[in-house]
C-alpha cells in the first residue's frame, strides 16, 4: 500500500528566508509521481511542482524546489525567500504506477501548516 | 476560464436527507475525481473517474454514489447523509491520469 508522511504539523519562518517542510513516502512501485499543492486560507488547491520518480534532477519552479532522495523516499519541499503570502497549508501527495491500484489515485499527506513572519 | 466548478459552495443537511454534489470541468479532461478534505487528515479520495463511462472507489467509498454524466461532468450523491460525512469536498480533474490535478473551489458541507 501507499502511504504518504508530513511529520510536521506547523512550521515558521522568518520572511526572506528559506524553509523546509519534510515528505516521505513508502511504496512498492518502480515508478511514480510525487506533487506538492499549496492550500491558503481561502481554501482552494494550488499546484506547486511535479517530481517524477525517474526524473535525474530535482524539480524547481520559481522559488519551489523539491529535494528528492530517492533512496529515504523522501521529497521535501524547499521554498526560498520566503514571502508572507506563502503562509498557507502545504500538502505533498503521490500518484502510483499504470497498471496498479494505485495509478489512478493521488494520495495526500495531512499537510504541513505553514507561516511566515514579517 | 472557468477550469473545475462545482456547486453549492456551502450546505447543511439533516442527518438522513440525501443530496447530489455538482462537478463540472471545461477543459476537456478525462478523469475527474472526488475527495474530502477532513481536519488532520489532509485530502482522502472518495471516487473517480478514469475516464468518461468507469468510475472506481478510491479509500472512502462507503456511504457515496457517483456518476460521470459525460466528459465534463461528475456528480457525487449523498443517499442518508450522516453527521461523520461532515467535511470539505473537493472535486478534481486530470488530462489523463498520470498528470497533477486541478481543483475545484470545495463544498464545505454539515450534517446536523
Known amino acids: 500500500a501507499q502511504k504518504i508522511t508530513q511529520t510536521q504539523p506547523g512550521m515558521f519562518v522568518q520572511e526572506k528566508e528559506a524553509v523546509t517542510l519534510d515528505c516521505t513516502y513508502d511504496t512498492s512501485d518502480p515508478s511514480y509521481g510525487l506533487f506538492w499543492y499549496k492550500q491558503p486560507s481561502s481554501g482552494e488547491m494550488i499546484f506547486l511542482i511535479y517530481q517524477g520518480s525517474y526524473d535525474q534532477q530535482n524539480a524547481t519552479e520559481g522559488r519551489y524546489s523539491l529535494n528528492f532522495q530517492k533512496a529515504r523516499k523522501s521529497a521535501n519541499l524547499v521554498i526560498s525567500a520566503s514571502q508572507l503570502g506563502d503562509s498557507a497549508m502545504y500538502f505533498c501527495?503521490?500518484?502510483?504506477?499504470?497498471?496498479?491500484?494505485?495509478?489512478?489515485?493521488?494520495?495526500f499527506g495531512a499537510g504541513t501548516r505553514l507561516a511566515v513572519h514579517p | 476560464n472557468a477550469g473545475v466548478t462545482q456547486t453549492p459552495k456551502f450546505q447543511v443537511l439533516k442527518t438522513g436527507q440525501s443530496m447530489t454534489l455538482q462537478c463540472a470541468q471545461d477543459?476537456?479532461?478525462?478523469?475527474m475525481y472526488w475527495y474530502r478534505q477532513d481536519p488532520g487528515m489532509g485530502l482522502r479520495l472518495i471516487y473517480y473517474?478514469?475516464?468518461?463511462?468507469?468510475?472506481d472507489k478510491g479509500e472512502v467509498p462507503n456511504g457515496y454514489n457517483v456518476s460521470r454524466l459525460n466528459k465534463r461532468e461528475f456528480s457525487l450523491r449523498l443517499e442518508s447523509a450522516a453527521p461523520s460525512q461532515t467535511s470539505v469536498y473537493f472535486c478534481?480533474?486530470?488530462?489523463?491520469?498520470?498528470?497533477?490535478?486541478?481543483f475545484g473551489s470545495g463544498t464545505q458541507l454539515s450534517v446536523l
Open positions: 473517474s478514469a475516464s468518461e463511462g468507469t468510475t
Open positions: 501527495a503521490m500518484r502510483g504506477v499504470p497498471g496498479t491500484g494505485g495509478y489512478n489515485k493521488l494520495i
Open positions: 478534481a480533474s486530470s488530462p489523463t491520469e498520470n498528470e497533477k490535478l486541478f
Open positions: 477543459m476537456n479532461h478525462n478523469s
